[in-house]
């Protein structure tokens, strides 16, 4: 347990936890922490005394299968702990995000509606993240909706299975408690031959407006066209929360 402990102070003082957790739960998850040290330094400290009273118990020999399994369980704990400290923490990447089956989810998110916009002005639209547009996609594929609505997202590239030589994803991941149950959820942007210039998982700003997808083998309805797909560098909170 110390080593798991340890392990999370390390992420949290080098500013990674938030690649593994909500930031809503950092604090509290601090706060375990340094109360599980606690603990520890206490049990360490507080030794029970050794009964003379009664033999009853004494020398019981260890079996050999039980002792194999504690000892292979404190072998892992250690491996787990060492691993997170060790290794670079890493983002949920294109892979996950093909696994989990992108926008299948969106509108549990508590997002955009239709509604809410309609009486927006052009310049709102600016700001709008990539989960509000899926959100809207979603929920209408009608194009007079999305006429002169400009759009700026940003994001990770993930290829549209459908037609992954034209149509990728402009994709972020939504957490809500940890990067366990994170959603992946992105835009389509349709850039025939994009992969000439760009690879699966490189981050980019995409500019552009929705119109008619392009594309005869996709199922998406609309997508963005792109008018500048600009690379960027991963943000330091890759998730959207």
């Given amino acids: 347990m110390s080593l798991a402990v340890t392990a999370t102070l390390w992420l949290a003082i080098a500013g990674e936890l938030v690649l593994y957790i909500h930031p809503r739960y950092i604090v509290f998850t601090i706060t375990m922490a340094v109360l599980a040290v606690g603990f520890v330094v206490a049990s360490a400290c ?141 835009v389509p942007v349709y850039a025939p031959n994009w992969s000439s210039n760009l690879k699966i998982d490189d981050w980019v700003e995409v500019r552009g407006e929705f119109a008619t997808n392009p594309s005869q083998l996709s199922s998406q309805p609309l997508a963005v066209d792109p008018s500048d797909i600009t690379p960027i560098e991963q943000p330091r909170e890759p998730y959207l929360f």
């Fill in 46 to 186: 507080v030794r029970p005394h050794a009964s003379h009273d009664s033999d009853e118990g004494a020398d019981v020999p260890i079996g050999r299968w039980p002792k194999l399994l504690t000892l292979t369980a404190v072998g892992l704990a250690t491996a787990l702990a060492v691993s997170m400290v060790a290794l670079p923490a890493t983002t949920l990447t294109s892979a996950t995000a093909q696994q989990r089956d992108i926008n299948s989810t969106v509108l549990d998110l508590g997002t955009t509606d239709i509604a809410s916009v309609t009486a927006g002005s052009a310049g709102a639209f600016e700001t709008f993240s990539v989960v509000d547009w899926a959100s809207l996609l979603r929920q209408t594929s009608d194009l007079s909706f999305f006429a002169n609505k400009p759009v700026v997202v940003s994001g990770f590239i993930t290829a549209d299975p459908e037609d992954p030589e034209n149509l990728f994803y402009v994709a972020r991941f939504v957490v809500t408690c940890c990067a366990v149950d994170a959603q992946p959820v992105g």
